[in-house]
């Protein structure tokens, strides 16, 4: 793999890990697992592990009923990515999206689909899901290349890009929040952990509550901040300071969400081999 362009892993990897990812990442909704496999899922947004057999089934009706519009792979054709769609991101077993389902948008040109069963829709939902996994579970680069020596960078490269380019030293400090870091933890685990620090809350199946603090601003101008109640696709709600409850369609608004790792997941798509691997050499030297 040439180290100038962004790491990637291959594809027949990716689906291989999105099908395993149960196992590997030892994550389960209702707590199974933990360790650097549940921060990774935390940090990005996902949920319980999708069930292939299941996904399978959903993936024919999908085929038959969405497809044309949203893509094979539900990454959008005429029709919006799903990928992203935050009623699939926070959707569990289908009791999101079901109702999009079965009501349908037509105002967006999305015909109702009264006639699914609720055991379709389900199915068509863990398809999705397996959709998002298979878009995010690069987190698992660590944990399937675990036995292979990771520690090949140059420090004093990583030392610079930290300093530098990275921008990591204007939250983080080598005599700070990272000193020792590199004899707390194992190389493979070091790299994870400040590739996807953390966890992220909030992924589908309702962990992590609520989104938290939002500010709203309204098409007036005016701006309200509080309490996130509910957000999804198509509507917001919050509760201000004074306890006061407020519900707006989606696309009147705009939402402004604080996020401590933003900066994290902005540099995903930036990074080329050789940061990665120059980052992780410096901060084994951490000791």
Known sequence: MARSTPIRIAA?????????????????????????????????GLGRAPDPAV??????????????????????AEGPSLVRSEVVLHDDKGELIGPVLLKGRPDAGMPPMPSLTP?????????????????ANRGLYGTIFSDRNI???DPKAGEAYFNGAGGCKNCHSATGDLAHVGARYQAVNLQNRWLWPGGGGGGRGGRGGPP??????????????????????????????????????RDR???????????????????????????????????
């Open 212 to 249: 938290g603090t939002a500010t709203i601003t309204l098409p007036s101008g005016e701006k309200v901040t509080g309490t996130i109640k509910r957000l999804d696709d198509f509507d917001v709600s919050m509760y201000d300071a004074s306890g006061t409850y407020h519900s707006w369609p």
């Open 55 to 76: 996904a399978v089934r959903g993936e024919k009706l999908y085929a038959s009923t969405c497809a044309f519009c949203h893509g094979p792979d539900a990454r959008g």
């Open 253 to 287: 608004v705009k939402v402004e969400m604080p996020d401590p790792l933003a900066a994290h997941r902005e540099l995903l798509g930036k990074y080329t081999d050789a940061d990665v691997h120059n980052v992780t050499a410096y901060l084994v030297t951490l000791k």
């Open 151 to 153: 520690v090949t960078g």
């Open 119 to 135: 055991e379709q829709i389900a199915e068509i939902a863990e398809f999705l899901h397996l959709q998002v996994e298979k878009a």
């Open 12 to 44: 027949g990897v990716l689906i291989s890990a999105a099908l395993l990812v149960s196992t590997v990442a030892g994550q389960g909704r209702g707590g199974r697992g933990g360790g650097a496999g549940e921060s990774t899922r935390e940090f990005l």
